[in-house]
C-alpha cells in the first residue's frame, strides 16, 4: 500500500486521477476509486473582509496544527457551530485571547459540550450578532459588530467596534463536488445535506459503477460518520474485487446499521430528511 502525503489530486483525465506534490506530477489509474474531497468553508461578505487577519476557522487551524503558528493573538470568532467552538478553545488552549463568540441565529448552533469548555474561560457568545466591517490599515485591528432583528438585518444604532488582530470565519462548509463532478457521477442540490452532493447508494456507490464517495462531500456531518461511510464503502468495494465473503458482508452490515443509529438522534434530524434526496436505488 503506497500512502502520498501532501499530495493533491487535480483532475481527472482517461488515462486516470492526475497527482500532483513537491516531488512532481503522476497518473495514477486504479480499479476503484474513493473520494473523500471534503468540502469548502463558507466565506462571509462584509466590509473589508480581504484585510489580512480575516481568515476561515480551518486555515487557522492549518496555521496551530502544521506550523505551529497563531492565527491572531485577540481574536474574534464569527459562528458557534461545532467548528467556531473548537477553534474558540484550541486558541485558548494556545495562548490566544478571544473577544468574543458572534452568532447570527438566537441560539449556539453546535455542542453543548464544546460551548460549556469556551464558556468555562469566560468567552462571550453573542447571539444575534455579526461582523459587518473590520477595520485597519495594514491588517485587521477592530471589527464592528452589530445586533440583528427577527428578519436577519441589522439593527441601527447597535453597531460596537471591538478591537481585535484576527477576525475567523467559521459560517459553514460546502461539499467539495469538482473532482466528483470530473468523474461524471450525477450530483443533486439538497440544502440539508449542505448543497450539491453526489448522488450515491446506501454503500456510497455512486452511478460510475467503481467511484464512491465518503465524508464532508457526501454531507456536512462529523468525523466519525465520515469513518463508517469510507469503511462501508471499504468494504463494498472488497465484496466487488474478492467476491462475498460472510466477514466483509457482516462488518459492513454492522457499519450500515451503527451508521443508521448513530443519525436518529434529533440532532440528525435535518440529515435524515436530506438524505433520502441524494441515495438512490440500484435500479433507478
Same mark, same amino acid.
Given at each position: 500500500?503506497? /500512502? ?22 503522476? @497518473? ?9 474531497? %471534503? ?12 484585510? #489580512? ?18 492565527? %491572531? ?9 461545532? +467548528?467556531?467552538? /473548537? ?37 462571550? /457568545? ?17 471589527? *464592528? ?10 439593527? #441601527? ?33 439538497? #440544502? ?6 453526489? *448522488? ?7 452511478? +460510475?459503477?467503481? @467511484?464512491?464517495?465518503?465524508?464532508? +462531500? ?47 438522534? #434529533? ?18
Amino acid at each position: 500500500l503506497r /500512502i502520498m502525503l501532501r499530495t493533491t489530486a487535480v483532475g481527472w483525465f482517461k488515462e486516470g486521477v492526475l497527482l500532483v506534490n513537491d516531488e512532481g506530477s503522476y @497518473v495514477a489509474k486504479a480499479k476503484y476509486y474513493l473520494l473523500s474531497v %471534503g468540502a469548502f468553508e463558507n466565506y462571509l461578505a462584509f466590509e473589508n473582509n480581504d484585510l #489580512p487577519g480575516v481568515m476561515g476557522a480551518g486555515g487557522a487551524q492549518t496555521l496551530m496544527n502544521l506550523y505551529g503558528v497563531l492565527p %491572531g493573538k485577540k481574536v474574534l470568532v464569527v459562528g458557534s457551530g461545532n +467548528v467556531g467552538l /473548537i477553534i474558540t478553545y484550541q486558541l485558548l488552549q494556545a495562548g490566544a485571547s478571544i473577544v468574543a463568540i458572534v452568532e447570527a441565529a438566537d441560539r449556539i448552533g453546535g455542542w453543548l459540550v464544546h460551548a460549556a469548555k469556551v464558556r468555562r474561560y469566560g468567552v462571550p /457568545i453573542l447571539l444575534r450578532h455579526t461582523v459587518i466591517a473590520a477595520e485597519g490599515k495594514e491588517r485587521v485591528e477592530k471589527a *464592528v459588530i452589530t445586533e440583528l432583528d427577527e428578519s436577519w438585518e441589522p439593527i #441601527p444604532g447597535t453597531e460596537k467596534e471591538v478591537e481585535c488582530d484576527s477576525i475567523l470565519l467559521a459560517v459553514g462548509l460546502t461539499p467539495n463536488t469538482e473532482l466528483v463532478r470530473q468523474f461524471g457521477v450525477r450530483t443533486r442540490y439538497v #440544502p440539508e445535506l449542505g448543497g450539491l452532493v453526489p *448522488v450515491r447508494d446506501e454503500y456510497f456507490r455512486t452511478n +460510475v459503477p467503481n @467511484v464512491f464517495v465518503a465524508g464532508d +462531500v457526501v454531507a456536512i456531518e462529523e468525523a466519525t460518520t465520515a469513518f463508517m461511510e469510507g469503511w462501508i464503502a471499504a468494504y463494498t468495494m472488497l465484496i466487488d474485487l474478492k467476491g462475498p465473503s460472510k466477514k466483509y458482508v457482516e462488518e459492513r452490515s454492522k457499519l450500515v446499521k451503527l451508521l443508521s443509529d448513530y443519525r436518529s438522534s #434529533p440532532a440528525s434530524q435535518k440529515i435524515r430528511k436530506g438524505w433520502k434526496y441524494a441515495e438512490v436505488v440500484k435500479d433507478e
